[in-house]
């Protein structure tokens, strides 16, 4: 499957951002899917992953409450949507697919990524 981020750019901190990510493919509801985020000089960390059908979403602490998950496997499409951005949200977003759906929070247990896509938060 291939998969590709957008949807970034530069906000104010307290606005909000939509990711999407759309991907390749007929089996698009056989992937859990997630997001993650590498900000500069630091490690790729966990944002949120969703069920192969959606029902089920875990996020990181760090988005709880600001951060909603969704699909449309109709679509092929992931989205993030990210409220009350802060300027410590500032980094590369990454969408990735995972074969097993075990909804993963380890970049290491996903099987594709996108390309990526930059958020800037200013404060």
């Known amino acids: 499957v291939q998969l590709q981020a957008s949807g970034g750019g530069l906000v104010q901190a307290g606005g909000s951002l939509r990711l999407s990510c759309a991907a390749s493919?007929?089996?698009?509801?056989?992937?859990?899917m997630g997001w993650f985020r590498q900000a500069p000089g630091k490690e790729r960390e966990f944002v949120a992953a969703?069920?192969?059908?959606?029902?089920?979403?875990y996020y990181a602490d760090s988005g709880k409450g600001r951060f909603t998950i969704s699909r449309d496997n109709a679509k092929n499409t992931v989205s993030l949507r990210m409220n009350s951005l802060k300027p410590e949200d500032t980094a590369v977003y990454y969408c990735?697919?995972?074969?097993?759906?075990?909804?993963?929070?380890?970049?290491?247990?996903?099987?594709?990524w996108g390309q990526g896509t930059l958020v800037t938060v200013s404060s």
């Open positions: 969703i069920s192969r059908r959606g029902g089920t979403t």
């Open positions: 493919g007929r089996t698009f509801s056989s992937y859990a």
């Open positions: 990735a697919a995972d074969i097993d759906s075990q909804l993963a929070t380890g970049a290491y247990e996903y099987d594709y």
